[in-house]
């Protein structure tokens, strides 16, 4: 069946950087559009980025994401990853990634429902 598993994340001070990765199985992973989303304590489910399934990318427009993180995706590994530099505590909590809902997308999307299979989430806090 799908599974997507993410890793790497943990504390790390502001400023500092972490790497996520996402390992996908049960799927052809390169014919899928793939996002990363995040969720704080008391708060909606909101978009980081995204990658298309030809490698195209998109960012969240928060002050907290843009041009501090960095997506990619690894076909032969099956992995998708997520570059996250000069943190702030703004960026702390739990960080999901996506498989979006239709095989061939240039992109996943801002809005959640349009991603069908998601993984268990991986804990990121910004403290000092």
């Known amino acids: 069946q799908v599974q997507l598993v993410e890793s790497g994340g943990g504390l790390v001070e502001p400023g500092g950087s972490l790497r996520l990765s996402c390992t996908a199985s049960?799927?052809?992973?390169?014919?899928?559009?793939m996002g990363w989303f995040r969720q704080a304590p008391g708060k909606e489910r909101e978009f980081v980025a995204d990658?298309?399934?030809?490698?195209?990318?998109?960012?969240s427009t928060v002050g907290s994401v843009k041009g501090r993180f960095i997506i990619s995706r690894d076909n032969d590994e099956r992995t998708l990853d997520l570059q996250m530099n000069n943190l702030r505590t703004g960026a702390s909590a739990v960080y999901y990634c996506?498989?979006?809902?239709?095989?061939?997308?240039?992109?996943?999307?801002?809005?959640?429902?349009?991603?069908?299979?998601w993984g268990q989430g991986t804990q990121v806090t910004v403290s000092d």
């Open positions: 049960g799927f052809t992973f390169n014919r899928y559009a």
């Open positions: 996506a498989r979006s809902t239709r095989a061939f997308s240039t992109r996943g999307g801002f809005n959640p429902s349009s991603y069908d299979r």
């Open positions: 990658i298309g399934w030809m490698g195209g990318t998109t960012y």
